[in-house]
Each structure stands twice: as C-alpha cells, then as structure tokens.
Nanobody, 124 residues
Framework: QLQASGGGLVQAGGSLRLSCAAPLRTFSSYPLAWFRQAPGKEREFVAASSRMDGRAYYSEYVEGRFTISRDNAKKTLYLQLNSLKPEDTAIYYC???????????????????WGQGTLVTVSS
C-alpha cells in the first residue's frame, strides 16, 4: 500500500528526492516516516512527519541535509536528500505509524505499513 521511488546512483555531494505514494484513506491521520537499512546493518530511523502540522523530526545523522515533507492532498510523502555521503548508501523505506499521538516514534516496531524500499547508492 506504500510505494517508494526515486532512488538511484549519485556522487557524494549530490542530491536525490524520494517519494512515497500512499493512497490510504487515513493518510493524513497518522505520522509517516522514512527508515533506511544499509548492508549488514539494522534498519534505522531517518526522519518523520507529524500527522497534523507536518512537523519534522530527524536522525542526528541526517539533520541539516535531509528534508521530509508530506502532501496530504496528493497522499504522498517526500524525502529530499542533499549533500549525500557514501555512508548514506542504503535501501530507504517509507512507513506509516500505528501510533497517532505525537511525537512520531523512532523505533520501527511502531510502524505497521511499509513500502518496498528504494535503493540509494552514493559513490565517493
């Protein structure tokens, strides 16, 4: 039910914009987030968007470089990735929280709907 896209190969310092189409009737009622998983590592929180005011929350590793946003009318979640580093290489997943109350959780266990992931590869 969530469809992530926009990944690709980019050089260090470059940018990408990820999209997550979520044609859910309840799209605007839940926090949404991006997670990523690098080879051999656990899935980690990247960013989240509150359901009501779209307030953004970021991992310390991406704050200042990535921007999460949501368009409730289009039922789409976005992640703008700037100043990419090789360590940003991972599969990026969008997810919907099963907890409506803010703030959005940073643990994957609190998310019940997941996209299939889109691969971001950053070359040095």
């Amino acid at each position: 039910q969530l469809q992530a896209s926009g990944g690709g190969l980019v050089q260090a310092g470059g940018s990408l914009r990820l999209s997550c189409a979520a044609p859910l009737r309840t799209f605007s009622s839940y926090p949404l987030a991006w997670f990523r998983q690098a080879p051999g590592k656990e899935r980690e929180f990247v960013a989240a968007s509150s359901r009501m005011d779209g307030r953004a929350y970021y991992s310390e590793y991406v704050e200042g470089r990535f921007t999460i946003s949501r368009d409730n009318a289009k039922k789409t979640l976005y992640l703008q990735l700037n100043s990419l580093k090789p360590e940003d290489t991972a599969i990026y997943y969008c997810a919907r929280s099963r907890i409506q109350s803010p703030p959005p959780r940073r643990e994957a266990i609190y998310y019940d709907l997941w996209g299939q992931g889109t691969l971001v590869t950053v070359s040095s």
